[in-house]
């Protein structure tokens, strides 16, 4: 086994070096420090084909990042250039920049930095004015190009992109936000207001300052030695989140998020989505159904844009992958034990991606790409679905209801009240988010978004309803919304929906199960999943405590789905009070800042939810013909 590692690690190292090589013989590179308008100069690393000229001309492709635009020095040159190999190899003039505070730029680091609507002087700057300036001195300093611009990048450089896509050059011609954030209050950092513990690792790359630029991660000491693979129980022994100053008393960015619990001007102000007016140019969004980081990113930002720019070319890719996976091909496309087919990454490189930046900087422009509105996968069929819109204008809105039994159909409950189930949410014993405990202590989470939920199922704190085996295949294509009536003991909750699909128990293994002791015979897949923190019901700007033992109305979007259950699958709708250590614990006695909870204030408390005639309970979805 030694043997075998380090001849794939020289393997590796051989691939990369031949590729940085075939880089270096093709592609001449530069590094400059370009000044924004109001003097902050910003590193940035210019990659121009070693054939242009005059004659032969190239459009700019770029990415601005907080990562670091490394390997930085003369002769230093990268593995691979641009979003892929096939834009690599039919040549861009690709540049990288350093956005403020990181890395080899000037500045001061501001996570999600505020976007100035109304700019009135050379001293309001933000990402998009920094992108339009990047963007005039490029123009003007670098020689045999096309004219036209592009952009594209994943995560935190996918909100770069977003806001770059605002800066209104008339040479932008194309951005590709992928896997973007928009909102910290809503993904990566928080759900529905319910902080993602599962980022507890994260926060020395985006709370500690550097005091001058660097090509050094500066940040490193900063991170956590937890002494344990079990994030779980790391988690659980730490206790209220208020401990986690034992770690990061000194990062800013941590006591942000004490200072700010609710959705507050901090928050709001940092959203990207209220500005994605006024956008002219081609944006193709993309995303990943199975992505744990950034899912309500993509489909929010392509959702806004659609409503507040008609007439745009404004479209949609959403693939079966993890956070990012579309730009690494894998060969066999799995997420956690779930098999897709083989060289999905290459397809979408090859004949989404590719075809959308060459139209638009080196083609005609005109939109004609012969590429759909919204290209997305269907994670059950396991094939690609194209639409002329997203959601899919055919499709119809149906409810599945919760009944007595653990039942679940699309009839509505006839049953008199009292009808309900109930359960018992212990903070001090939180239902696993995953059954893997060494894959909590991971630097974000993975696996999940797909993971086999029977471990969760068999918990008497876990409500399961599940229908009967389906007799023909059913596509949920759309938005799906959790709508639940429940009344708790406590005077605060929260409610853990998943959508599962369960296979049937004659369900074969495919041959790149990756888990040996896993078995696809009776998988329960998750499908989708949300939380909300009952407290945020009414208003996510002024939370409220509940009233104990009153039934209550609980609503809210589960991230949209493109997904078969086929015949002979059951549907699954499983509901619970906590997925730890994803999201934090809510103490379930109402506290007004929970960063701030002590140990006594986390309490048990009896959760019912109702299924009664007139007071039900389910998920309303869209089905597809």
């Known amino acids: 086994m030694r043997s075998f590692l380090l001849f794939f690690a020289l393997l590796s190292v051989s691939f990369s070096y031949a590729q940085s090589e075939w880089v270096k013989q093709n592609y001449t590179k530069a590094e400059y420090d370009v000044a924004m308008r109001d003097g902050t100069n910003l590193h940035t690393i210019v990659y121009t084909p070693k054939d242009a000229s005059a004659a032969k001309t190239y459009p700019f492709l770029m ?53 100035i609507a109304h ?19 490029l123009l003007k300093n670098i020689p045999h190009h096309n004219g036209r611009v592009g952009q594209w990048g994943i995560s935190y450089p996918g909100f770069y992109t977003v806001a770059g896509a605002l800066s209104q050059h008339p040479s932008l011609k194309a951005s590709s936000p992928q896997a973007p954030v928009s909102d910290f209050f809503f993904d990566d950092f928080h ?37 344990t693979q079990d994030g779980y129980q790391f988690n659980l022994d730490l206790g209220p989140l208020k401990n986690f100053d034992t770690y990061y008393k000194d990062n800013f960015f941590w006591q942000e998020h004490k200072e700010h619990p609710n959705y507050d001007e901090f928050w709001k102000k940092r959203s990207i989505v209220p500005h994605l007016t006024n956008v002219k140019h081609a944006v193709m969004t993309v995303g990943g159904w199975f992505d744990a980081e950034d899912l ?17 070319y404004n479209t949609l890719v959403m693939g079966p992958f993890g956070h990012g996976r579309w730009s690494q091909e894998t060969g066999h496309t ?34 004609k790409t012969g590429l759909p509105d919204a290209y997305l996968f269907d994670t059950g069929k396991k094939a690609w679905q194209q639409f002329d819109r997203w959601p899919a204008a055919a499709a119809t809105k149906k409810t599945l209801y919760f009944h007595s039994g653990g039942k679940l159909s699309f009839e509505a409950p006839k049953q008199a009240a009292p009808g309900y189930t109930e359960y018992v949410s212990d903070p001090h014993k939180p239902v696993p988010y995953i059954e893997n405990s060494t894959a909590t202590m991971g630097f974000t989470p993975f696996d999940y978004m797909s993971e086999d939920q029977r471990f969760a199922a068999r918990r008497t704190d876990v409500l399961v309803f599940q229908t009967e085996p389906l007799t023909e295949d059913v596509t949920l294509g759309g938005e799906i919304m959790a709508k639940l009536n429940f009344s708790t003991t406590g005077t605060d909750a929260d409610f853990f929906v998943k959508l599962v699909d369960v296979y049937p128990g004659n369900e074969p293994d495919h041959a790149y199960l990756p888990h040996k002791n896993i078995t696809l ?22 939370p409220e405590p509940l009233i104990a033992n009153k039934i209550t109305p609980l609503n809210f979007r589960l ?42 204030d986390f309490i048990k408390a009896t959760h019912r939810v109702y299924h009664q005639t007139g007071v039900f309970s389910g998920i309303e979805v869209e089905i597809l013909k």
């Open 63 to 115: 990415q601005r990042t907080c990562y670091s635009v490394a390997p930085y020095g003369e002769g230093k040159y990268p593995g691979q250039l641009g979003p892929n190999k096939f834009l690599m190899q039919e040549k861009y003039i690709f540049v990288y920049q350093d956005v403020r505070g990181r890395y080899m730029s000037e500045g001061t680091w501001t996570n999600m930095t505020p976007q």
């Open 119 to 137: 700019k009135t002087s050379k001293t309001q700057v933000d990402e998009s004015s920094d992108t339009y300036d990047t963007i005039e001195w």
């Open 191 to 227: 759900h529905n207001g319910a902080f993602t513990q599962g980022y507890f690792l994260t926060f020395p790359v985006f709370g500690i300052q550097h005091p001058k630029p660097t090509a050094d991660n500066w940040w490193l000491p900063g991170l956590i030695n937890a002494n």
């Open 296 to 312: 309500y990113g993509p489909l929010t930002v392509y959702k806004t844009l659609e409503r507040n720019n008609p007439g745009a």
């Open 334 to 367: 799995l997420h956690s034990n779930v098999y897709f087919g083989d060289s999905i990454a290459t397809f979408y490189q090859r004949e989404i991606e590719t075809t959308f930046f060459h139209h638009f900087l080196k083609g005609p422009g005109d939109g």
């Open 521 to 542: 015979s009776n998988y329960h897949q998750m499908v989708r999943s949300e939380i909300m923190r009952a407290r945020f019901r009414n208003s996510f700007e002024k």
């Open 559 to 600: 991230q949209d789905v493109l997904h078969t259950f086929k015949k002979g699958h059951r549907i699954q709708i499983q509901v619970q009070s906590t997925a730890f250590p994803l999201f934090d614990r809510n103490p379930q006695k109402y506290v007004p800042n929970i960063y701030l909870a002590e140990d006594k």
